[in-house]
C-alpha cells in the first residue's frame, strides 16, 4: 500500500509492508477502505509512508489507535500551523469535564500523544521549520504544566484554603521557571523539562468564605501549601502510566539540587543566587523562562488589586543581575571551559563521540559559542539578552563578535544537528541524540532529512562538525604556546624506531643525561615486539610514533639527580600499553606538553598514582591544567562539582551513576595524591579532603539509593500517616573516616541508622500504594542499595570498600537500626571496644534531626562513670590480643629488624588506644573530652585537662603524625606499612611504649 512511495535501498520496502500487514491485522474493513481511499490523494500517501517509516512512535500510535489517526487526517490539523494559544485551547477542550487526578492524567496523556503525532509528522515531511518544531514542543510543554497547575492549585485551595503573602496580603500564585531548551523555546522532539518552582512571599493559607457556625477548615503554610502544589504537578507530568507519560521532569537545576526544597519563595531564590550560585548556574540561568505562573481563582482575584506586574515577572528582575553583569565579564570564559572539558570526560567515559548534542563539533558547541557572549557582554548589550541560538547568530555576526560568516556557518550546522536530532529521537520517542549504530537505521536517517544516502549524511555532517568546533575553539578554547615543533623531541624519532644501532643509541641516550641506557634500551625494545603494540591498527602506530619522541624527551628535561629514569619509563610505558586499543589518549598527551610533562612527573614520585593511570586512562584528562591539578578544590567546590557531574544522568540509569560516581572520587583522589607526592599539602589537609570526597560521595549515594526506592515502592510515611519528602537516614562513619583521618586507599566503616516510623509503610509506586512496603524493609533495602553501589566492581572498580561489623551485634545484627535500639545496644549490651570504637564516631551523611539524636546518644554515653581498673584491664587486654594477631611476630631480634607503624608495640594503634582509655576514663569529669573524633584534637584536650602534660603531649602528636606520614608515604609507593632495619622512629617508639606503661599503669 505504502511501499511504492518510498525508495527500494535498505529494508525500506520490507518494513513498511510489515507496518501494512500489523495495520490490516488490527483495524476493520470499514477503517481500512476508508484508509485507502484517503491515500489517493498522492500527497497525503508519501506523508504518512515517511512518517511511518521515519517514526515507529508515529506508526506504534496509529496501529493501537486508528482511530486517532483518522481524526488527524479529518481534522487537517497535520497540514496546519499553531500557535502557542492552539495549544491552550485545544488542551482545554480535553479537560473539559475533568474533575479527578487520575482524569487530569489520562488527559494531558492522551492529548501529549496527539499532539506528538503532529508534531513529528510535521517535522519528518518538512512541513513546519526547525523553529516551529521547537515552539510547538515548548508550546505542548507550557500547556500541559499551565493546566496542572491550575487544576492542582484549586484542588489544594478547596483543602487548605488560598495562600496569602505575609507582608502583602495578597493572595500568592506559583511561578514555575522552565529551564535550558524549554526556556528558549527550543524543546526537542523528546526532551526532559528542567523546571524550577517559586512563589514570592511566605506566609498561611487562608479559608476566605466559611459559612456562619461552619466547621474550622485546616490550614498550612504556603511553603507546605506551594510544596505539595509542586509535587502534584511533576506526578501529573512525569508518572509512567498505562497511557505513558507527559514530560520527563527534572528539577536537579533548582537551588542546592536534589537537597534544596522543591519550591523557594523569592526572597530566598535572590539570596542563593546572590551569595551561593555557581558559575554553571548562571550559564543555565541565560535560558530561564515563566512557562507557567497562576493558581488564585477568578473570584478571589476580584477581591485583590490590580497588579503594576506578574509574579514571574518579579522574580525574572529579581534574578536578572545573577546571569547578566553589568560589567564586561571575561570569567565566564573560563567557566565555560570548565564545563566543555567536564562535558568532554564524559563522552570520552562513555564513548559518545558520535553524539550530535555533546560529541565533537556538536549542538552544545554552538551553544557555548553562543552563550560566552551572552555571560561577557550581556549585562552591557541587552539585545544578547535573547534566549534563542538562531536569533542571537545573526545578532553576533553583525556586531563583529564573530567574524564574517562564522554566524552563518554556525546556523547552518545547528539547522543540521537538530533537524538529525528531532529525526534520531522521533524515530521512537526516546530521549537520545547518538547517531544509529544499525545501517538500515542510518539509511532511513539520511532518507528521512532527504539525502541520497548515509555516506552523503555523513560527509555534510562531519563538514558542519569541523566548521563548529573550529568556531568553537576559536571562542572558547584553551590557549596555546606558539612554541615551534620541538627539534629535540624529534631527535628521539630514530631511537623508537631502531633506526639507530647500539652504540649511537646508546651516545644519544648518555648525551641527553640519560643513566642504565642499555636498560633503557630494552625496555623500548620490549614494548615495541609487545603483543599489544604488534597488534595496533596503522593509525593507533602512527599515534605511538609521534608520542615516543616527546615522552623520552620529556624524562630528559629537569630530572631529580635521584629519580630512577629506568623505572619511571617502566611505569610510562605501563600505561601505553594500557591504552594500546585507546590511542586517542596519546594523542593527548602528544598535543598537550604540560600533561605530559605533569604525566612523568607523578610516574616518578608514585608507581601508585602510575597504576591508577593505567587503570583508569581517562584520569589523564585531569593533567591539562597544572593549575587545578594541584590546587584541589575546597568542599563546597566539590560539592558543586559532583551536582554537576550527576544533573545531566537520571535516576534510573543506574550503571552510569555509579560510573560517574567513581570518576568523581578517582579524579579528586588522584589530586589530593599528587598535591602529596610533590609536597603542595601537609598530611592534615590530605586527609581533611580525603575525607570531604568520601563524605559527599555518600549524600549523593544516599540520595540515589533513595530515587531508586522510591520509584519502586513510593516514600515512607510518618507516625500521622503523611508521606515522608526526604529520607530519615543518617550515615555513622568509623575509625578512619570517623576520625577523619580517611587514606588514598582506606576501606569504610560505617554504621546506618533510620528514623522511620514503626508500623507504618510507604506509598506504593506512583502512591498508589502498589508494592508498598513496611518502614523497616524499605530502609533495609534502601541500605542493601548503597552498599551494591558502593561496592560493586564496575569498569571503574569499587567506589569504597565498605564493612559494616561494627553496627550493633556486627554481621548478626540488623543492617539498619534504630537511634533508640542503638543507644538501648551501647547502655546494655556493648563490649568495651565497641565503646572504643565510638570514640571516632560521628554523623558523615544523612538527615540533621538524626544526626544531633546521635550526638546526644554518643556523648551521654562516652560520658558515664567508669571503674577505672576494669576499664584499664579490657583495653590492654584487647590490645595484647591485636599485637597477638596482627603485630610482627618472631624473635626479638628480628622484631627489631621490622616496625609495622600501625601495629608493633609503640606504633599508632597504641596511641589509639591511649586516646580512646583517656575518654572513657575521664569524659564523666571532662565532657569536652567527647566533643572530637580524631585523635589530634583530643590530644589536645587531654593536654587541656591536665590528663597529659604538654611535653607529652606534644610527643605524641609529632610520633602519630610522623607514622601517619609514613603510612601514606608507603601507600603511595605501593608499600605496606611496614619498615625495615632498626633505625626508624626509634625515638618515637620508645617515647609511646613509656608513655603507654604509663597510661595504663603497667610495670616498666
Known sequence: MLASYVPDRANFRSTLEQYSQQWQERVSDEQQAALVSLLKNETLAKQLAKAWLGSEFIFHCCRDQPALLFELLDSDELQQSWSRATFTQQLQKYAQSVEKDSELDRVLRQFRRRAMIRIVWRDLNQLASLEETTADMSALAESCTQLALEFHYRALVKRFGLPIG????????????????????????????????????????????????????????????????????????????????????????????????????????????????????????????????????????????????????????????????????????????????????????????????????????????????????????QRLQERRVLKLLPLLQGDGYLPEGAGDRLADAYRLLRHVEHAIQGHQDKQTQALPMDVDDLERLAWVLNYSGWDALSEDLQQHREQVNAEFQAVIAEPEDDAKEDDEAEAFLPLWLDELDSAAAIELLEQRGYQQADKLLQQLRDLRQSRAVLAMQSEGRNRLDKFMPRLLHTLSLGRNPNEDIAETLSRVLGLVSSVARRTIYLVLLTENPVALAQLVRLCAASPWIADQLSKHPALLDELLDHRSLYSPPSRQELADQLRQECLRIEWDDLEEYMEALRYFRMANVLRIAACEVTDAMPLMKVSDHLTDIAELLLEEVIELAWQQMVTRHGRPRNLDGDIVERPEFLVLGYGKVGGIELGHSSDLDLVFIHGGAAGQSTSGRDDSGERSLDNLIFYTRMAQKMIHIMNTQTVSGQLYEVDMRLRPNGNSGMLVTTIGAFDQYLQEEAWTWEKQALVRARA??????????????????????????????????????????????????????????????????????????????????QPSLAQWTDNIRILGCLEQTGYLSAEDTAQLIEAYKAYRSAGHRLALQRQKSVLHGNTDFQAERQTVQRLWQRFMQLPE
Open 844 to 925: 558523615i551523611a544523612g538527615h540533621p534531626e538524626l544526626a544531633m539524636q546521635f550526638d546526644r546518644v554518643r556523648q551521654n554515653i562516652l560520658c558515664q562513670p567508669r571503674d577505672l581498673a576494669a576499664l584499664r584491664e579490657d583495653v590492654v587486654q584487647m590490645r595484647e590480643k591485636m599485637r597477638k594477631h596482627l603485630a610482627t611476630q618472631g624473635s626479638e631480634g628480628e622484631k627489631a629488624l621490622r616496625f609495622d607503624i600501625k601495629q608493633d608495640v609503640g606504633g599508632i594503634v597504641d596511641i589509639e588506644f591511649m586516646v580512646q582509655y583517656g575518654v572513657l576514663a575521664w569524659a564523666h569529669e
Open 166 to 381: 505575609e507582608e502583602s496580603g495578597q493572595v500568592q500564585s506559583l511561578v514555575v521557571l522552565g529551564m535550558g531548551k524549554l526556556g528558549a523555546r527550543e524543546l526537542n522532539v523528546s526532551s526532559d523539562i528542567d523546571l524550577i518552582f517559586s512563589y514570592p512571599e511566605s506566609g498561611e493559607t487562608q479559608h476566605r468564605h466559611i459559612e456562619v457556625g461552619g466547621r474550622s477548615k485546616k490550614t498550612t503554610s504556603n511553603q507546605e501549601f506551594f510544596n505539595r502544589l509542586g509535587q502534584k504537578i511533576i506526578k501529573s507530568l512525569d508518572a509512567q502510566t498505562v497511557d505513558g507519560f507527559v514530560f520527563r521532569v527534572d528539577m536537579r537545576l533548582r537551588p542546592y539540587g536534589e537537597s534544596g526544597s522543591l519550591v523557594m519563595n523569592f526572597g530566598s531564590m535572590e539570596e542563593y543566587y546572590q551569595t551561593q550560585g555557581r558559575e554553571w548556574e548562571r550559564y543555565a540561568m541565560i535560558k530561564a523562562r515563566v512557562i507557567a505562573e497562576g493558581g488564585p481563582l477568578a473570584e478571589c482575584l476580584q477581591e485583590e488589586p490590580e497588579q503594576e506586574q506578574t509574579a514571574g515577572e518579579e522574580l525574572m528582575e529579581l534574578l536578572r543581575p545573577f546571569s547578566y553583569r553589568r560589567y564586561i565579564d571575561f570569567s565566564a570564559i573560563d567557566a565555560l571551559r570548565d564545563m566543555k572539558r567536564m562535558i568532554n570526560r564524559e563522552v570520552h567515559r562513555k564513548g559518545i563521540n558520535s553524539d550530535v548534542k555533546l560529541g565533537f563539533g556538536g549542538i552544545r558547541e554552538v551553544e557555548f559559542v553562543v552563550q560566552v557572549f551572552q555571560l561577557i557582554r550581556g549585562g552591557r548589550d
